[in-house]
């Protein structure tokens, strides 16, 4: 054991009991998370893209060879019986199993469905976890949904988080209170992604998460991304040939305008930026999550790299940032498509993690 202080007891735990997995040079992981199904009803949120997730699993990662990882916060307890839930996906509990034939299929649970780690009947009851350690190399990524880094006493401890749950169903439902349990504000999200940097970087490990809802990739949101590609530009501009000077300046534009759009979404979503220190270390990333109004994000594992990726329907007005300058792929005539918005060779993260941390 590295730490000598106990600084961050949950997540020390948590390393030390993960299940470990040996990640081959070859292996293809999906992790998606934050799913929040629920009765099929009008406040099931799962519900919107359900289709698109089905899609996605079914025609793209099953026949690609991917195994599957969902990180926590599957199934919405705090609004609807776990009865409901499983009888209206049943479909797609048939398909997470499926994975397993591609290696393997495992769950770990979040605040939201953590009641189901004690239910003997439940459907996936086998394949349920609190984390996962896959090892690559000698390095070390661990998967875990997040809110055992809450300081919040009812994310992090179950009798505390049952007697909420029994709140939400029997007296918030009645008395029309909704959507209480994602209320994240930007404070609560950045100081729970904030202590899972700092155990990641004493640990010297990656962190992959879930939770806040917010799409992480290196340590950066999306602003940070922006922002980075934005003084990359500006630099490159006074030694471009001119002819060059003009596609750059419009890039800037571009993104500046996105850069704008998303403070304008800030004050709804909880605008807060990635960056922690004066340097960024890699070790945390999110999935984000699978309700997402316009679509999912999900972080691929492919042999030596990592990926945050995006599935959208087809009609969306707004242009997605990507790193690579990727180009959206529709999958099939399905209208539904995946675009890349970042990646990253697994060596390089590790090696900036072990130089920098
Ligand atoms: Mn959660």
Known sequence: MRLHQKKHPHLERLLETAKPIDLGSSSKVLILSDLHMGNGGRRDEFKRNADLV??????YYLPEKYSLVLNGDVEELFKFSIESITEQWR???????????????????????????????????????????????????????????????WETYP???????????????????????????????????????DFSNQ??????????????FESLSKVDHLNYRIEDLCRAYPSAAP???????????????????????????????????????????NSGCSIGKRGVTAIEI????????????RKQGRKFVSDRNSEPEQLGSSGYFRIVLNEDHLDYVFSRLNLLA
């Open 203 to 216: 640990a010297k490990i990656v962190s992959i998460i879930g939770h806040t809802h917010r799409p992480l």
């Open 302 to 313: 492919d042999g030596d790299r990592i990926r945050l990726v995006y599935w959208f329907k």
């Open 243 to 285: 002819q060059e000077r003009c596609g750059i300046k419009q890039e800037i534009a571009e993104l500046k305008t996105m850069l704008d759009a998303c403070f304008t979404e800030g004050k709804k979503i909880g605008l807060r930026s990635g960056r922690y220190n004066n340097i960024s270390i890699p070790s945390v990333f």
């Open 159 to 197: 009798i505390v988080s049952r007697v909420v749950v029994l709140f939400l169903r029997y007296v918030a439902k009645p008395m029309g209170i909704r959507n209480f349990s994602t209320a994240y504000n930007s404070r609560r999200r950045f100081a729970i992604e904030r202590s899972i940097y």
């Open 54 to 59: 089905r899609s996605m699993l079914e025609e």
């Open 91 to 153: 479909h797609m509990y048939d398909l997470f199993l499926r994975f397993e034939k591609n290696g393997f299929f495992w769950k770990t649970y979040g605040n939201h469905d953590a009641d189901l780690f004690e239910e003997p009947n439940y459907r996936l009851s086998g394949h349920l976890l609190e984390a996962i350690k896959f090892s690559y190399g000698d390095e070390v990524m661990l998967l875990f949904h997040g809110h055992q880094a809450s300081i919040l006493l």
